[in-house]
């Protein structure tokens, strides 16, 4: 189920853009759960990173729709972001947050369901789990194919991504358990290694991105053996 939120300050207009996401839905056969907020901090006093979508109105008098996004980006690299507005020009400054696209209002259905079919390719191609977990600044959402590697340090999480590094609350045993299987290992109690970015084992270290890792005598058979099924499973 795609999840989806409207942030859109006009009753009308946000009647309107919800109307049109459930036909496009219900053409396509597929289901969808949308949530719609009259402000951006409504939308972000509820925010959950679990979104696929969100359609985010530029002119809003709390907060405008280009801050907001910004702070989404805080909040959430992944979720996919459309912009709603009155004037096409203002959505060019969108590709600074990396917006997907912009709608004009009045929205036209051709025009729409084409944006949609734009989301549905976007979010087929995305390979790989995204996992929520908490930060000091509240959800954060990662893909991760983009981990390198986690590392526990004195009851906290520090993740190494692509997309940089931050740290979180939780324990190596939870996290382990959300992961896609196989595709992590731990070459010692610190680290769990993400296997796609491994370059190389050079005697007791594993070199991960520009990092090299401490492989422990207690790990090293089974870390050896998981990281050879796994580039063996890839070829």
Known sequence: MVQIA???DEPSAAQELEELVKAYFREKKRDCAICRYESALYFFDAYRADLDLVFMDIDMP????LKAAAKLR?????????F????RQYAVKGYAVNALDFIVKPPVRATFFALMDKVQR????????DISVKTSQGMYRVATKNIRYIEVRRHRLYFYTEQGDFEAWGNMRDIEK??????FSR??????????HIRGIEGDEVLVGEARLKISRPR???FIAEVAQYFGSER
């Open 6 to 8: 409207i942030v859109e």
């Open 62 to 65: 709390d907060i405008d729709g």
């Open 74 to 82: 805080e909040k959430d690299e992944l979720v996919l972001l459309v």
């Open 84 to 87: 709603v507005t009155n004037m």
């Open 122 to 129: 976007v979010l087929n191609a995305r390979t790989g789990v």
């Open 178 to 183: 959300m992961l896609p299987p196989r595709s």
């Open 187 to 196: 070459c010692n109690v610190c680290y769990l290694v993400g296997l796609a």
């Open 220 to 222: 090293r058979k089974e």
